[in-house]
């Protein structure tokens, strides 16, 4: 089921650049995230495929949503988001949305872009696998999924999945969730994310071919 979906849209017509706050998780579970150091909205065609996406600046932007307390008996995470940092050897990871804060062992995720690789990168309590590599302000359409009896799979843009072996959630307490931010410092996103999608359950590889833009 559904743990956690925010989306850009849900701050409604708001002129473009205009800074935002509260950002409201639509799903049953009901998160707030707090924003800090004023992310701003970006509209038209200045959003993602004309569509209305948070602008990050990469240095001190992000939400978060506490400790929360989702179970997870496997996972499934959405994010639609647009690069807009050219790669360099010497920067940390850049997270779309985490739950880590170097302290939660089991209940750990990331997806974020690599540091090492330059590639799009899930990565979960034990294992991680890492994508195509990213172009700059590219659109994506990025999902990742695990469980103990499926496989670690991160599929950009509904292509072929890169896996791993399986790995497992132990449980969600004690680390906040954050997009646009690892929680350990330094990890900010520079770019667009328009939409973030938790699912407690992992929806594998034949359901998530193909998804493209038009859907």
Known sequence: S?????????????????????WADV???GLNGAAFNSPIIRTGSNGINSKPAIGFNGTNQYFNFGNTAINFNGLTVFGVAQ????YTSSWSNRAI???????CAGSRFNLQRDSN??????????????????????????SGYFSAAYNFSLIKNGG???????????????CPLQVGSRTTPGN???GLISEVLLFNQPIVANSVYGVTWTD
Do not use: M, R, W
């Not at 690069?83 to 050219?86: G, R």
């Not at 949305?97 to 302290?103: A, E, R």
């Not at 072929?160 to 004690?174: C, E, F, K, S, V």
């Open 117 to 142: 690789s330059n590639g799009y990168y899930f990565e979960g309590p034990s294992l991680n696998v890492t994508n195509s590599a990213v172009a700059l302000n590219e659109n994506v359409i990025l």
């Open 83 to 86: 690069n807009q940092e050219n």
């Open 27 to 29: 799903s049953p579970s």
């Open 188 to 190: 900010y996103f520079q």
């Open 2 to 22: 559904l743990g956690f979906h925010v989306q850009a849209d849900s701050f409604g017509n708001l002129a473009d650049s205009t800074v935002v706050g509260t």
């Open 160 to 174: 072929t999945p890169t896996t791993a072996g399986t790995d497992a959630l132990a449980g969600t307490t004690g």
């Open 97 to 103: 949305v985490s739950k880590d804060n170097g302290g």
